[in-house]
């Protein structure tokens, strides 16, 4: 038995049906949920841009206010420096009371150039905050401050600059930011520079209010310079130190420095920042602070931004797992359904394939495909069955009939003389007969034998019917022949005579066509009888061919009171007698035309001067090459008697 | 912390000293800036005992525009100053006898530095623009450049950081490329947006920083300035060997000092300065003849000094 009949388990099928339909659902829910996934994540980023940019506008106006507010008194002070200056002792009143009625600013100077103040070299008296105190401290560095950049820089760009954050050391290592106003004289078209007033604010508050801006829980908020340093910062080792650049250099961040610069050159944004920032992806909402040129920035951890849409995203997904697996038992379920059948199905067919075709095959109740396929298989499996017995049934009947056949044609062919030349003392005749049995073996017989001394007995007949039956007609009809001769010399008696006992007893209807004639050889006289037979060929010695004419009479075996006639002809010397049965004439081409008698006609005509053996074969050759492939129907038949001379001529 | 680290070598190395070579002679070094990786050397040398190895007691005081080495010098607070060349020269022709030990930047790492933003491409473009310049020894260099270049421009005084010019108020600046060229691309502007005049290719290409004590100290106690000669030299040898635990040792003295600057200045400093120090032709430590009376021809040729003493008298060789 080949491998390839046995039956797989039926899991393949099921596996690969649920295989399929899992991986499309999971690729569609997938898709699907990426899509909304991503969509909501857009959605979300969206809002939280918008929610960042209004914090910090709010943020940086806060922010801002005071510094503005501060911005005030300064101003109005170097406007009136610029008209006239005071006496040292107006100035410093006047800056002592700026501090004393301003909480938020830290410190205050006005600093002049070499000589501007009542030709004093340099003057720049400070005031700052000690405690609740107001104090006149020295600046440290009374003989360069003009290179400080709360004087250098409004001094050179000739209006009023808020500095970038320092550490003031006089003041006790506070971060602080100078908001530093030139004090400018008009005189004849010309304008003076004369000196600075300032105002300093300590970062500390602005760096409280930074830290208690928030966007949920890890995010935090910065302020950068216009330079980039860090102003505030919830990581107090960054102020004043690192720089939004240092950070990016540190870390080969080109996408930071760009946010860097994104921020210093005055853009609102936001904008996603490297992950090393917060240790997980974040994203920067930035603004600017149209006051100081700073920038503040807003960072928002990813993860907190996005964790409702996370949670709901797990959610989604555990519901989905959940599905599948209730999908994954669905389709188990069904694939089992169907497969289990089917696998039934499979098992009876390999059943079947071995041959066993007893098995009877599972016809489910179920009105579907596979319910279909089990009823044809077994409708198939009943019609094998039966195909089979029916084929062992007929190949017996066929091998009976075989047998049959066979000792029919055993019968028929012991019946028959066989030894050529039959009467090898007398040379007064020459004789041949042949009989070429058909498949079904037909009944034909020839006969010859010498009733008296010089006298011989030809006959040649037919039998109705095959088989057996006829076989053994024809072995009666020809001892009847035989036992009758020995009595009778009339080919019409004879022929009466053996027609009568056929007709006792003939139950099977069988008859029998019979040409007989008895030679005188020694005379060359031919008489002969005939019971519906076909008329023999007479060949006389120049060749010319003709048909014997033939009184009529019926069929053996018929009719008890048939009567039959006996007529004469003399045989020339040199003259042949071919008699013949229907298997000749009728004999069939796969064209399905009869041989008849102008072909034989024509073949006697052509083989005229052969010896009767020859002539014999000439015919049984002539016969068989038109019939061809077609099998032959009815015996063949062929008697050749040549008659030579009379005796003693 | 950092303070803490440092009494604790600067003990472990006065212990090893004591033990190899008696007494510590005390001693006061002034830097002529606030603590910077510009002076890594001294730093690291005293940090891993070299000095005290030297059988020196080294204190550096922190240097800024405050301290003026000159000054510290003159009132005996220090014994030891480093100075760029050209400031040493003109202070020893206004009456500091100060003597090189040794010159540790044989070049001149002073650039111009201007916006490209602003169409300055070559030095032509800067004719008829604001220039901030640092004081009278770093002008020279500058106005020969100008000078060279056939350009006029309108000098403006430069304070102690490059606020003015990023501010736009200024059209370039000076920059050391070690410091001030970084600390504007940590603003944020990017090397592709400057245009850059490296004065030692453009105008003067003067020594900078070296070591310096007074005539009579070098006099009086050879010795100790061979000590500190040494020490200094081989402290800069070490931070060039290892540059992360000299930035370690820079950082701490830098937040010591609260100073706004942060390791990648830092770092970007030490290299600048391997460069400039390692580079071929002048051993580190050397002052050759050459720069020597170039740098003092240039200051006589700018009407800053009218004498400058012999290259001898000048440059105490190395023991």
């Known amino acids: 038995m080949s491998p390839s009949l046995d039956v797989r388990p039926s899991r393949g099928l099921a596996f ?63 406007r009136s420096l610029g008209r006239e200056l005071p006496p040292a002792e107006v100035l410093e009143q006047s800056l002592n009371d700026f501090l004393g009625t301003n909480p938020d600013v830290f410190g205050t100077a006005a600093a002049f150039e070499p000589g501007a103040f009542a030709g004093l070299p340099r003057f720049a008296p400070y005031y700052c905050r000690r405690g609740d105190a107001v104090v006149r401290v020295p600046l440290g560095y009374e003989d360069y401050y003009e290179l400080e950049n709360w004087y250098l820089i409004p001094k050179q760009l000739g209006r009023p600059v808020w500095s970038e954050p320092y550490f003031d050391e006089a003041g006790g290592d506070i971060v602080m930011t100078t908001y530093s106003v030139p004090i400018m004289r008009a005189e004849n078209d010309k304008t003076t520079f004369l000196g600075v007033v300032t105002a300093d604010v300590s970062l500390d508050w602005l760096r409280r209010q930074v830290a208690k801006i928030s966007l949920y829980h890890s995010g935090y908020a910065f302020l950068i310079s216009r330079g980039g340093t860090y102003v505030s910062h919830p990581d107090n080792r960054f102020l004043m130190r690192e720089s939004i650049f240092s ?12 946010i860097g610069r994104r921020m210093i050159q005055g853009e609102e944004g936001f904008a996603r920042l490297p992950d090393f920032i917060l240790g997980k992806p974040a994203w920067l909402a930035f603004a600017p602070m149209p006051v100081t040129g700073w920038s503040m920035g807003v960072i928002v951890p990813e993860d907190e931004l996005f964790a409702d849409l996370r949670k709901l995203g797990r959610e989604v997904a555990i519901l989905g797992g959940a599905g599948f697996t209730v999908l994954l038992l669905v389709i188990a379920f069904i694939a089992a359904t169907i497969t289990r059948p089917l696998s039934r199905l499979a098992a009876t067919a390999s059943q079947i394939a071995r041959g066993n075709l007893d098995t009877p095959v599972p016809v489910g ?63 007064a005749f020459s004789l041949h007969a042949d009989l070429v049995p058909a498949w079904e073996v037909g009944g034909d017989l020839y006969d010859f034998f010498l009733i008296s001394p010089g006298r011989l007995l030809v006959l040649v007949g037919d039998v109705s019917g095959k088989g057996v039956p006829a076989a053994l007609f024809m072995a009666v009809t020809k001892t009847l022949v ?49 019971a519906g037979h076909n008329p023999p060929a007479r060949i006389a010695p120049d060749g010319t061919v003709s048909w014997l004419a033939l009184p009529r009479g019926l069929f053996l075996g018929v009719m008890e009171d048939s ?41 006697l005509a052509q083989a005229a001067a052969l010896s009767p053996q020859a002539l014999d074969e000439a015919i049984m050759q002539a016969v068989n090459t038109f019939a061809g492939e077609a099998e032959q129907a009815d015996d063949i038949t062929v008697l050749t008697l040549l008659y030579h001379h009379a005796d003693g001529a | 912390m950092a303070a803490a680290v440092l009494a604790g070598l600067f003990a472990l190395a006065l212990a090893g000293a004591a033990s190899a070579a008696g007494p510590l002679k005390k001693a006061v070094l002034i830097p002529q800036w606030e603590p910077q990786a510009q002076f890594a050397g001294y730093y690291v040398a005293l940090a891993k005992g070299f000095y005290a190895r030297e059988g020196l007691d080294l204190t550096i005081l922190r240097g800024g525009p405050g301290q003026p080495p000159s000054r510290l010098l003159r009132q005996g607070t220090a014994q030891f100053g480093t100075f760029f060349l050209a400031t040493a020269i003109e202070e020893r022709a206004a009456g500091l006898a100060l003597v090189n030990l040794a010159q540790f930047v044989p070049h001149s790492t002073l650039l111009l530095i201007a916006k490209k933003a602003d169409g300055i491409h070559v030095p032509a473009d800067l004719d008829g623009r604001r220039v901030s310049l640092w004081g009278p020894e770093f002008r020279m260099a500058a106005q020969a450049f100008f000078r060279r ?38 603003a944020g502007l990017d090397p592709e947006e400057l245009t850059v005049f490296p004065m ?42 290892h540059p992360d635990e000299a930035l370690d040792i820079v950082m701490s003295h830098v937040s010591a000092a609260h100073l706004p600057t942060n390791r990648m200045h830092q770092q970007w400093m030490l290299a600048q300065f391997k460069q400039a120090m390692t580079a071929t032709g002048d051993p580190l430590g050397t002052l050759s003849r050459d720069r020597y009376e170039a740098t003092a021809r240039a200051l006589r040729d700018a009407g800053l000094i009218n004498a400058a003493p012999a290259y001898e008298a000048f440059h105490v060789p190395l023991p």
């Not at chain 1, 006992?501 to 008895?518: A, H, K």
């Not at chain 1, 229907?582 to 004999?587: F, I, K, R, S």
Request: aromatic share 10%.
């Open chain 1, 365 to 427: 109740s179920g009105s579907d495909e596979v319910g279909a396929l089990s009823r044809s298989f077994e409708q198939m499996r009943l019609a094998l069955r039966d195909y089979i017995a029916d084929l062992t049934a007929t190949t017996k009947a066929k091998e009976r009939l075989e047998s049959e056949l066979k000792i029919a044609r055993n019968i028929q062919m012991s019946f028959l003389p066989k030894k050529f030349p039959p009467f090898p003392d007398i040379d």
């Open chain 1, 482 to 530: 035989k036992g009758i001769a020995e009595q009778e010399s009339d080919p019409a008696v004879i022929l009466t005579k053996v027609n009568r006992e056929l007709c006792v007893d003939n139950e099977s209807m069988l008859f029998v066509t019979m040409f007989l004639g008895i030679l005188d050889f020694a005379t060359g006289e031919l008489t002969f009888s005939n």
């Open chain 1, 16 to 78: 690969r049906l649920a295989f399929c339909i899992l991986t499309s659902a999971t690729l569609i829910f997938t898709a699907a949920f990426a899509y909304y996934y991503r969509s909501s994540k857009d959605m979300i980023l969206a809002g939280v841009r918008e929610n960042a940019k209004n914090l910090l506008r709010g943020a940086v106006y806060r922010i801002e206010a005071p510094l503005s507010g501060i911005e005030r008194i300064p101003l109005f002070l170097a």
């Open chain 1, 247 to 258: 950070l990016a250099e540190a870390s080969r961040s080109p996408q930071l420095r760009t």
């Open chain 2, 200 to 241: 030692a290719d453009h105008g003067l290409d003067l020594p900078e920083d070296g070591l310096y004590t007074l005539e009579e100290t070098a006099r009086n106690d050879p010795d100790l300035c061979r000590a500190m000669t040494r020490a200094s030299i081989a402290g800069w040898r070490y931070a060039f060997d």
């Open chain 2, 149 to 186: 270049n056939g350009v006029h421009v309108t000098v403006v005084p430069q304070g102690f950081t490059v606020d003015l010019f990023l501010r736009g108020g200024v059209a370039a600046c000076s920059a050391m490329r070690y410091n001030e060229y970084h600390a504007i691309q940590n």
């Open chain 1, 563 to 603: 009567v039959y006639r006996t007529a004469t002809v003399t045989l020339a010397p040199g003259e042949k007698l071919v008699a013949f049965t229907d298997g000749v004439t009728e004999a069939m081409n796969p064209g399905l035309e009869l041989f008849g008698t102008t072909r034989l006609h024509d073949t």
